[in-house]
């Protein structure tokens, strides 16, 4: 049986030695140690062997297995190799010292607004907060007066996790949050609350070609006693004025949200129609900029400000739109559609 044994291994080497393919080499391991190889073989005719001779067979059986398994390992690391410095023969040679040709990146247009915008109105003062996208539904709605049930709620169905938090539909979801911040040196200090916070929303609707389920807002607000609708058309015309470097013609229509007392609907003429109609503005000659207003006195409250004491007001600027009328951009989804070809056109305004 011993000889059986070094006979299978002599064969082993012979074929090891002719094998110079990782997929050759895994058929040897299978033909000598899979279920039915040739070393499983062996021990089929240790039923003939007395007990001891089979102790001692089975050992040397063992010790082949070994060995083979050892020889395929160190094998097929030696394949392995080959293959990589083959590989490498194969590669254009190229030199190093030649200056690469790199094709410059390009910021996204939002990216670039949204920066302009915050310089924008850190020059007035204000502070630029950040938010998380993942809120509660007290911090979404319930904070900005939206109780349960309410049928505002309609307007904003957004996107729910299982563990009851959902993806904000509004950069309002960060009101509470600020006034609680800032409310100690408003009322200690007589300082104003005065901050921005830019930031990614969700809204399950249908798309078209001025709306989109995922896009950007920026929130605004300032606190402060005696603070009026007069500032906040100053500093929103202000603004407009710094982003397109002209005078842009606004309109302030009555509207209703909440979070504000009264509520204004900002709109800005369309600059890719010039106000004569098209499907980014829905025919009318107007885009839908800036939903905005005095801030409710429950929001105030329940931020922890006392509303006969200080007023305030709020919008919440649709960055996206802005986008779209600073570059001329017709459909709200090309800014989400990934196309670089689109993109890379805003490359040097940074």
């Not at 001779?53 to 398994?69: D, M, P, R």
């Amino acid at each position: 049986m011993n000889s059986k044994i070094f006979q299978l291994r002599e064969k082993f080497e012979r074929d090891l030695s002719e094998i110079n393919d990782l997929n050759e080499l895994e058929g040897i391991r299978v033909s000598y140690l899979g279920k039915k190889g040739s070393i499983t073989d062996l021990l089929k005719g240790m039923r003939e062997l007395s007990n001891e001779e089979k102790k001692a067979f089975g050992q040397s059986v063992n010790e082949l297995k070994n060995v083979v398994a050892q020889q395929i390992s160190e094998k097929t690391e030696q394949l392995k190799e080959l293959q990589i410095q083959r590989e490498i023969n194969l590669m254009p040679e190229f030199d190093l010292s030649v200056p690469a040709k790199l094709s410059r990146g390009s910021y996204h247009p939002i990216t670039l607004v949204q920066r302009q915008c915050e310089q924008i109105f850190k020059s007035m003062g204000f502070t630029v907060e950040d938010y998380s996208e993942v809120v509660t539904d007290y911090e979404c709605f319930e904070s900005v007066n939206i109780p349960k049930n309410h049928p505002a709620r309609d307007m904003q169905d957004t996107y729910y996790l299982e563990n009851g938090q959902l993806l904000k539909s509004q950069t309002s979801a960060a009101q509470n949050a600020i006034l609680r911040k800032y409310k100690k040196p408003l009322t200690e200090d007589g300082i104003p609350i005065k901050a921005i916070f830019p930031g990614r929303c969700f809204r399950n609707e249908a798309t078209d070609a001025c709306h989109e389920n995922t896009f950007f807002q920026m929130e605004g607000m300032m606190v402060d006693k005696d603070i009026s609708i007069s500032n906040l058309i100053y500093f929103m015309k202000t603004m407009l004025s710094e982003v397109f470097q002209k005078d842009i013609k606004v309109r302030l229509r009555p509207g209703f949200f909440p979070f504000v007392e009264p509520g204004f609907e900002l709109d800005i003429s369309c600059l890719i129609c010039g106000g004569e109609g098209c499907p980014s503005c829905k025919h009318s000659g107007w885009l839908e900029l800036c939903p905005c207003g005095m801030i409710h006195p429950e929001v105030l409250r329940m931020g922890g400000i006392d509303p006969e004491k200080y007023t305030g007001f709020a919008f919440g600027l649709g960055l996206t739109r802005l986008v779209m009328m600073k570059y001329g951009i017709s459909d709200i989804r090309d800014l989400n559609s990934g196309n670089l070809k689109s993109m890379s056109q805003f490359t040097d305004d940074e």
